[in-house]
């Protein structure tokens, strides 16, 4: 079993940055990608980006550029370092852990961009 938690959300201003972090407790055995999703209020949730466990990262063509996943295996925590944030990067952000052995999720964590 693995316990996500995420941190790092909170209120900033456009154009401004913030740092989610994923923290995994539990065996981390088999995991084979780590993502980020986020969900608006009344939207799907929707894929921002993932890294695998070999170190390759995708992102969503809509925060290319300005997103960037990095992971620490010996911490066993995935970041999410997110630049030039506009107010429809607004959302929960969630983790997900993809493993041989199932699929976890974070309980997620509050982004809000606003001046």
């Known amino acids: 079993q693995v316990q996500l938690v995420e941190s790092g959300g909170g209120l900033v201003q456009p154009g401004g940055s913030l740092r989610l972090s994923c923290a995994a407790a539990g065996s981390t055995f088999g995991v084979v990608i780590m993502g980020w999703y986020r969900q608006a209020p009344g939207k799907q949730r929707e894929l921002v980006g993932s890294i695998s466990a070999g170190g390759n990262p995708n992102y969503a063509n809509s925060v290319k550029g300005r997103f960037t996943i990095s992971g620490d295996n010996a911490k066993k925590t995935v970041y999410l370092q997110m630049n030039s944030l506009q107010p429809e990067d607004t959302a929960v952000y969630y983790c997900?852990?993809?493993?041989?052995?199932?699929?976890?999720w974070g309980q997620g964590t509050q982004v809000t961009v606003s001046s």
């Open positions: 997900k852990f993809d493993t041989v052995l199932g699929h976890y």
